[in-house]
C-alpha cells in the first residue's frame, strides 16, 4: 500500500490586504459606535506592549494573516460589542488584561474581521486563534506581528470608549 502523497499549501491565491475604509467600516457596523482611522506607524507584540492577536488560516489551515489590537483597543473594541460601559474597558487597560465578558467580546470581533479578507480571487481565510491581552500569545503568533512588508497599521478611535491601534499583517 503507497503512502498519501502530501500535498504543499496552494499559495497561489493572493490575500487581500483590507483597505482602511474596510476595517473602518467593518468595526463601525459591528460595534455600532462611529469610528475613525487613520494611518499609524507598525507596532510588534511584546511583553513591554501587550495586545491581542489573531491568527487566520487559509484551507490549507496555513497561517496566511495575523490581526493584532493593542491593550487599549482590544478592552475599548471588546466592550463596546459586549455592551459594558467604558468605565470597563478603562479598569482592563488599568488591570492590563481582559476580563472574560471583554475577552468574549474581542473573540467575535476577531471572528467577524475574516470577512475582510474574503472578497473576490483572494484566499479565503477563517479565524484559527485568537489569544487576547492578559493571555500568554504563542511565539509564532507575536512573532507574525514583527513582519515588515504586505501589512496595514491603523490608529482606531471607537467613539465613546477611546482608542488603541490595530496591525493587519499578511504572513
Known amino acids: 500500500m503507497t503512502p498519501p502523497v502530501m500535498k504543499a499549501p496552494d499559495r497561489t491565491s493572493p490575500v487581500h490586504l483590507p483597505e482602511p475604509k474596510e476595517v473602518r467600516d467593518l468595526l463601525g457596523d459591528l460595534l455600532d459606535r462611529d469610528v475613525t482611522l487613520k494611518p499609524g506607524p507598525p507596532f510588534a507584540v511584546n511583553g513591554h506592549y501587550p495586545a491581542s492577536v489573531a491568527q487566520f488560516v487559509d484551507d490549507s489551515l496555513v497561517v496566511r494573516a495575523v490581526v493584532a489590537f493593542d491593550l487599549p483597543l482590544s478592552a475599548h473594541a471588546g466592550a463596546a460589542l459586549a455592551l459594558v460601559p467604558a468605565s470597563g474597558s478603562e479598569q482592563a487597560i488599568q488591570d492590563g488584561a481582559l476580563p472574560d465578558t471583554l475577552g468574549e467580546g474581542l473573540q467575535e ?3 467577524v474581521f475574516s470577512s475582510v479578507f474574503n472578497v473576490g480571487e483572494a484566499a479565503h481565510l ?3 486563534s485568537a489569544h487576547t491581552s492578559g493571555q500568554d500569545v504563542p511565539a ?3 512573532i507574525r506581528t514583527q513582519v ?3 501589512r496595514a497599521d491603523f490608529h482606531v478611535d471607537v467613539a465613546g470608549y477611546g482608542s488603541g ?4 499583517v499578511l504572513t
Do not use: E, M, Q, S
Open 109 to 111: 470581533v476577531f471572528n
Open 126 to 128: 477563517k479565524l484559527y
Open 140 to 142: 509564532d503568533a507575536r
Open 148 to 150: 515588515l512588508g504586505r
Open 165 to 168: 491601534r490595530v496591525a493587519v
